[in-house]
Structures are given as structure tokens and as C-alpha cells.
């Protein structure tokens, strides 16, 4: 099961910082279109800022959650924002677990949420943000493959490769922060049936946020 302890500002700035050491990845990539729930996730290969090509292929075995994300965005903001730091503890306890959670950013150049590899780096450490990487998408390719519509948009993906949930990240669909504690957490409640081999209750949802900026 995920373990829901808050999960610190440290911590979490130690590991945005660990991004440097090659994680993060770029938008050189090709991806499959869009899959439905209990069949397979589309296909991604991407080459990372040290210059390593990073297929979703790659972690076989492990749990992959995609986060798509625009620092801009105010319900971006409302899952970043203390004192919740919703964002940060759910990537804190998929570390714990052995899953693979990365941010994803289809803002195209010039749009909203549009960042630099540096810029991207800098963010998750000003925020204490933990994903193992983040993947820039400035063409919108991976995004359209997912169909990936709003910042946020959650998916969950199985060790085999299957897409078990897409939707939101909650029940409650506002920006406010306060909000937070009320709501039922769809990506926890599905990274928990997937760690039990059970299926997921709530496998889709509409997703809420701002628009993908492609």
C-alpha cells in the first residue's frame, strides 16, 4: 500500500536536485496514439538532457505514473502549494515503492508552462518537487498520444505495461488548496489497487486544469 506520510520539503529538493544527474528528458521523441484502460500504454521514446534515449519500455516491471504539468497553471499550483504539498508527497511515496513518476511538459515554445531543460530543474527545486524525471514535449507529441488535455492529467501505468487509470488527480475540481483534504486522491487510490494486484475502482475520470498548451 502507498505510504500517505508527509513527505518534507528536503527530501523532496534532494531528489529534484538528483534530476541533473541525467533524468531529465528531453522532446526528441516518438509515441504511439492513445490506448484505452487495461491495454497498453502508448509507446514513448525520448532522449534525455545528458543525451540518454529513455523509452517508457524501459521500466517493464515497474509502475509509471505520467504527470502532465504547467507551473503557470493555478490548479498546478493548488497540488504544489503548502501546506498539502500534494504533488511532493505522492512523488515522494512512489519513490518509496518503486515506481517511475514523471512530469510531463507539452507546452509548446512560446506558450504557457513552456520551459528550458535548466528552468524545469529549478522549478522542482524551488518546490521540493520528486518525480524521477521530467519529460519535455514542446512539439505535443507524447501529449496527443496520451490525449492529454488538461495540467494536470494523471495517468497510471502497470509493470506491464497496461494503462490502468487516466483522469484526475481528485474528486474536487477547484484550485483551491483547501480543497485538498476533502477530496478522494483517484492517483493514490490507483497506485494502491496496483501494488495489490486488484483492479482499479475509478480506472477514468475527466481530468480538470488548464488546457494543454500545444
Given at each position: 500500500?502507498?505510504?500517505?506520510?508527509?513527505?518534507?520539503?528536503a527530501a523532496?529538493m534532494?531528489?529534484?536536485?538528483?534530476?541533473?544527474?541525467?533524468?531529465?528528458?528531453?522532446?526528441?521523441?516518438?509515441?504511439?496514439?492513445a490506448s484505452?484502460?487495461?491495454?497498453?500504454?502508448?509507446?514513448?521514446?525520448g532522449t534525455?538532457?545528458?543525451?540518454?534515449?529513455?523509452?517508457?519500455?524501459?521500466y517493464a516491471?515497474q509502475?509509471?505514473?505520467?504527470?502532465?504539468?504547467?507551473?503557470?497553471?493555478?490548479?498546478?499550483k493548488?497540488h504544489?502549494?503548502?501546506?498539502?504539498?500534494?504533488m511532493?508527497?505522492?512523488?515522494?511515496?512512489?519513490?518509496?515503492n518503486?515506481t517511475?513518476?514523471?512530469?510531463?511538459?507539452?507546452s509548446?515554445?512560446?506558450?504557457?508552462?513552456?520551459?528550458?531543460?535548466?528552468?524545469?530543474?529549478?522549478?522542482?527545486?524551488?518546490?521540493?518537487?520528486a518525480?524521477?524525471g521530467?519529460i519535455?514535449?514542446?512539439?505535443?507529441e507524447?501529449?496527443?498520444?496520451y490525449d492529454?488535455?488538461?495540467?494536470?492529467h494523471?495517468?497510471?501505468?502497470?509493470?506491464?505495461?497496461?494503462l490502468?487509470?487516466?483522469?484526475?488527480i481528485?474528486?474536487?475540481?477547484?484550485?483551491k488548496?483547501a480543497?485538498?483534504?476533502?477530496?478522494?486522491?483517484?492517483?493514490?487510490?490507483?497506485?494502491?489497487?496496483?501494488?495489490?494486484?486488484?483492479?482499479?475502482a475509478?480506472?477514468?475520470?475527466k481530468?480538470?486544469?488548464?488546457?494543454?498548451?500545444?
Open positions: 500500500m502507498i505510504n500517505r506520510r508527509q513527505f518534507g520539503i523532496g534532494a531528489a529534484a536536485v538528483a534530476l541533473t544527474a541525467g533524468a531529465l528528458i528531453a522532446s526528441t521523441a516518438s509515441a504511439t496514439p484505452d484502460i487495461g491495454t497498453a500504454a502508448p509507446a514513448f521514446t534525455t538532457a545528458s543525451g540518454e534515449t529513455v523509452s517508457l519500455s524501459d516491471g509502475t509509471v505514473v505520467l504527470e502532465w504539468t504547467n507551473h503557470d497553471c493555478p490548479f498546478v493548488k504544489y502549494a503548502e501546506p498539502h504539498l500534494n511532493q508527497t505522492l512523488q515522494g511515496d512512489a519513490a518509496e518503486d517511475v513518476w514523471f512530469q510531463v511538459i507539452s509548446a515554445p512560446g506558450k504557457q508552462g513552456h520551459v528550458s531543460a535548466e528552468e524545469a530543474i529549478a522549478l522542482n527545486e524551488q518546490r521540493g518537487a518525480p524521477a521530467v519535455l514535449d514542446p512539439t505535443g507524447i501529449g496527443r498520444a492529454a488535455k488538461t495540467t494536470p494523471m495517468y497510471v501505468i502497470d509493470g506491464e505495461g497496461l490502468q487509470y487516466a483522469g484526475a481528485d474528486s474536487v475540481r477547484s484550485s488548496p480543497d485538498i483534504p476533502d477530496a478522494e486522491n483517484y492517483v493514490m487510490a490507483a497506485l494502491d489497487s496496483v501494488a495489490a494486484g486488484e483492479p482499479v475509478t480506472a477514468t475520470s481530468a480538470y486544469g488548464c488546457s494543454v498548451k500545444y
